[in-house]
Nanobody
Framework: QVQLVESGGGLVQPGGSLRLSCAAS????????MGWYRQAPGNQRDMVAI???????NYAGSVKGRFTISRDNAKNTVYLQMNSLKPEDTAVYYC?????????WGQGTQVTVSS
């Protein structure tokens, strides 16, 4: 079992910034990929950013240049720095962990971008 605890969501004005964090605990050995997905009402859950244990990253085109994903392997924690936030970034953000043969999800944290 892997448990994921997310924090950092909230309400922010357009152009503002938030930093999400997700800490993994439990059976954390051999975790390879960590990342963030998001889901807005009526939409599917889509990848935002992922990072491998070796630091290779991938971003959705809509967030590239504005969001930065990073991880601290010693702390088993992944971060998402979100800058220049737009209303269309509003969604529930879910932490994701790949530990073969399973995937794990955090509880979700709400990010709302509005004036």
């Amino acid at each position: 079992q892997v448990q994921l605890v997310e924090s950092g969501g909230g309400l922010v004005q357009p152009g503002g910034s938030l930093r999400l964090s997700c800490a993994a605990s439990g059976s954390i050995f051999s975790i390879y990929t960590m990342g963030w997905y998001r889901q807005a009402p009526g939409n599917q859950r889509d990848m935002v950013a992922i990072i491998t244990r070796d630091g290779i990253t991938n971003y959705a085109g809509s967030v590239k240049g504005r969001f930065t994903i990073s991880r601290d392997n010693a702390k088993n924690t992944v971060y998402l720095q979100m800058n220049s936030l737009k209303p269309e970034d509003t969604a529930v953000y879910y932490c994701y962990v790949l530990r073969l043969p399973n995937t794990y999800w955090g509880q979700g944290t709400q990010v709302t971008v509005s004036s």
